[in-house]
Every structure is written in C-alpha cells, then in structure tokens.
C-alpha cells in the first residue's frame, strides 16, 4: 500500500505516489534555484510545469490513474536537469539538446499575415513563409483552389499558442533548454517592443 498526493500541476490535478512526489518536488525546487537569477524565472517555470503536466497527461488511463515514480523519472529525462543546462558545453549535452522532437504543424500566430497558416507550414517545413505565402498566391490566381486549401488548413490546423507548441512546430524537442531559450527570445521581444 503507498500513500497518495494529490497535487496541481500546470492547471491540472494529479494524483502522485509519495515518493513520487518528493522526487519531482526536489526536481522543481532545484530548477527553481537554477533560474532564481533570470528575469524570465517564473515564465520559464510555468512552461516547464506546463509540459510536465501534459507529460504526466499521458501517462494517466482509465486503468492507471495515479503518476508513479517511475513516470516522473521519466519526465525528468526528456525535459533534462540544471545540470544539462549548466553543462551544456559538453558533447553529450549538445546531442541531446540538438536530437529532433515531436514534429507537428501549428498555425504561427506569432508571425500571421492572415491566419498563420503559411507562417507554420514555413516553420513545419524550416522554410522562408514569404515562399509558402507567394506559393498560395499562385495557385488561387491559377485555378482558385489555394483558397479553398488555405480556408480548410484554417479550420484544421491549431494554433501555436504553448511555448511547447511553438517548440514542437519547429521540431525541436520539448526540453528545459529550448523551453529557457524560447522564453528568453519572447522575454526579449517583449522588452525591445516595449523600449519603442
């Protein structure tokens, strides 16, 4: 018999085997000392907290409803430790931060003309977007189905709207150190914006 926690984890509840627990609160008590000193330290460890939840998500079935220890292990080594980040100039470190993630197309919200729908195919495919854009031109003044097909893409593809998603929708892998840096980028991005 083990004892059971019941936690909230990027808005959604768990429920958490007790060693389960310590391990991932010792996991996020060390990350949260690791980005004390960045400005950015409480987005960074929202979004990670965000893509452990939807790690833990998958893990959860009709059959099995409470994260083990086993599974936060294994959270712990896609999203990697501080001290991947810190020794980052290492060769296995740059593999494992340069290894392709899970791959899927979003709507770029972020660089939309329109709708963000040749924004993330461009980033999908880790292409120009003015290309795919002059691309769905020339085929609605050819025959007028780019707009249906932009219309439909519209309709299906979701929006970008995570950091992991906006991650994922470059193909990159959903880890500590691209979650850091995106975050970084948008808090930078944000603060340039704001000093114009």
């Known amino acids: 018999m083990k004892i059971t926690v019941s936690i909230n984890l990027g808005g959604y509840s768990f429920n958490i085997d007790e060693d389960a627990y310590a391990e991932l609160k010792m996991y996020l008590k060390n990350l949260e000392l690791h980005f004390a000193s960045e400005e950015s330290s409480s987005e960074i460890l929202s979004d990670i907290e965000s893509r452990l939840s939807e790690l833990f998500r998958a893990k959860i079935t009709t059959y099995k409803q409470v994260v083990n220890i086993d599974d936060v292990r294994q959270a712990i080594s896609v999203m990697g430790t501080p001290e991947d980040i810190s020794d980052s100039e290492g060769p296995t470190a740059r593999e494992k931060f340069s290894s392709p993630g899970y ?94």
Request: aromatic residues 8%; hydrophobic residues 45%; glycine residues 8%.
């Open 103 to 196: 791959h899927r197309m979003y709507r770029d919200i972020d660089h939309r003309v329109i709708g963000g729908v040749c924004s993330g195919m461009g980033a999908y495919w880790d292409i120009d977007p003015v290309i795919v854009r002059v691309i769905f031109v020339a085929i609605t003044l050819a025959g007028g189905i780019g707009a249906l097909v932009y219309l439909i893409l519209y309709v299906v593809l979701p929006e970008a709207r995570t950091t992991a998603q906006k991650i994922e929708m470059k193909g990159n892998p959903v880890n500590i150190h691209n979650i850091t840096d995106a975050v970084k980028k948008e808090f930078n991005t944000v603060r340039k914006n704001m000093k114009l």
